[in-house]
């Protein structure tokens, strides 16, 4: 659900996402999160939530952890186990388009999912990129054991077709990856533009790329990386190949062993079965 937010500013959105589990140790669980866009210029964070736990079978309360956190993790976390199927296993340069707080998590991950060892920062407020990559040139090595380099990057063109990984988590609603700029062999892991309004690559990325999404439901529906260039007829829904369910399951095939010409886009809207599986995890039940 969206609200203005006052008289100027961008519209506020309000986000419920319940989900449930069935057996012997069943859980209920629900996420209320509120998106305020304006807030970067508040200094405060664009996203707050928190998450309930319940017990599925009496509808005790179990825990109340912090949304935020959990949201950028099992993000960050979707977009890593999609890599181990989309992208090369010897990519060694990621381009993180982005400076909020999923960015760190998604470089992060993707730095422990692959050898990563350049890491480049591209954000609209040059100073925060560059802020960020100072801060992980120290922590990014001592957590992974090996050496990165992490520096902010000015040319977003020449930055994503350097990358054999290109990761962004933005609130854009223009395209921030060209399909021009594409080079063989690339994959692209789209975590922000969650509304059909909005946009982090262009039609001919997405026509370019093999397609896949974290939920068919979610992604048609949500994502407007993959709405738009649906109802504009550049792709139809076939050409998705699988969802993270069809992958782990093996019932669709990422990339194929030695495909090193293939670009890979992976688009995730997120799924309230992520946010009760991470919670799960986190209260070890």
């Not at 599925?56 to 309360?61: E, K, L």
């Not at 939920?215 to 792709?235: F, H, M, S």
């Not at 019932?251 to 495909?259: H, I, V």
């Amino acid at each position: 659900m969206a609200e203005p937010a006052g008289p100027g500013s961008a519209d506020a959105t309000l986000l419920l996402m319940p989900a449930w589990t069935r057996g012997v140790s069943s859980h209920l669980g629900i996420k209320v999160v509120t998106v305020f866009p304006d807030n970067g210029r508040r200094g405060l964070p664009s996203i707050y939530g928190q998450y309930l736990l319940l017990d599925g079978a009496t509808g005790a309360s179990l825990a109340l952890l912090d949304g935020t956190m959990l949201t950028k993790r099992r993000t960050a976390c979707a977009s890593g186990l999609a890599s181990r199927y989309l992208s090369r296993p010897a990519s060694r340069r990621l381009l993180m388009i982005g400076t909020g707080a999923l960015a760190p998590q998604l470089i992060r991950v993707h730095a422990k999912v692959r050898p990563i060892e350049e890491v480049a920062i591209w954000g609209r407020r040059p100073e925060r990129a560059a802020d960020l990559a100072r801060e992980l040139s120290e922590s990014l090595p001592r957590a992974l054991g090996r050496a990165i380099s992490v520096h902010a990057a000015a040319d977003r063109q020449a930055a994503v077709a350097a990358a054999d990984i290109v990761s962004c988590a933005t609130l854009s609603k223009t395209p921030l990856v060209e399909g021009d700029w594409l080079r063989e062999g690339q994959h692209i892991d789209l975590v922000g533009a969650y509304t059909p309004q909005m946009r982090e690559s262009d039609d001919r990325a997405v026509w370019r790329a093999r397609v896949y999404v974290d939920t068919r439901a979610g992604a048609l529906k949500e994502g407007g990386d993959i709405v738009q260039p649906l109802a504009n007829g550049t792709i139809d829904e076939d050409d998705i190949i699988a969802d993270l369910f069809e992958l782990a399951r093996g019932q669709q095939t990422g990339r194929l062993p030695g495909d090193a010409a293939s670009i890979t886009l992976f688009k995730s809207v997120g799924a309230a079965l992520e946010d009760l599986a991470a919670a799960e995890l986190a209260v070890g039940g």
